[in-house]
């Protein structure tokens, strides 16, 4: 990315299925010169951990609830790290960080459902409703559920 705040992130979401296979294939081929941001749904996490693999070239955000997580953000190590933040989304479901450039800001969400339930959307209207945003947002997710 380069230092103009007016230029795009460059995101990519990618389901990861809890498997060390895909979420290897992910970080080991995705080129940090060509994301700024990786939103990753149901990653693999080390058993009886709350950590998952990753490159130096990003930095790991992961969900806050309790369990393990089910979202996590990775964001590119060319980001100065003074420009985001992590949201306090108490969920394991939701990773949530806020960028501020000098000309805009964005919310940006990793967000997982488990399939036949609303847990997400519950978790995320209830910090919605007592955090209203400041700023734009972008939900990267797997939502598994038909919205309408």
């Given at each position: 990315m380069t230092e103009?705040?007016?230029?795009?992130?460059?995101?990519?979401?990618?389901?990861?299925?809890?498997?060390?296979?895909v979420?290897?294939?992910?970080?080991n081929t995705t080129d940090p010169a060509d994301y700024d941001i990786i939103c990753?749904?149901?990653p693999f996490i080390y058993s009886g951990h709350?950590?998952?693999?990753?490159?130096?070239s990003w930095v790991s955000f992961?969900?806050?609830?309790?369990g393990r997580p089910r979202s996590l953000i990775l964001v590119n190590k060319n980001i100065k790290s003074d420009s985001y933040r992590q949201a306090k989304v108490d969920s394991r479901n939701v990773t949530s960080l806020i960028f501020k450039f000098?000309?805009?800001?964005?919310?940006?969400?990793s967000i997982y459902n488990e399939p036949g339930t609303n847990e997400h959307y519950d978790e995320l209207s209830r910090h919605l409703?007592?955090?209203?945003?400041?700023?734009?947002?972008?939900w990267h997710g797997d939502f598994n559920k038909r919205v309408y």
């Open positions: 103009s705040p007016l230029t795009p992130l460059r995101t990519l979401h990618q389901n990861c299925r809890r498997s060390r296979t979420m290897s294939a992910l970080i990753i749904t149901e709350r950590f998952t693999m990753a490159t130096p992961y969900a806050r609830g309790t000098p000309q805009v800001s964005l919310q940006i969400c409703f007592l955090n209203p945003p400041e700023h734009p947002m972008l």
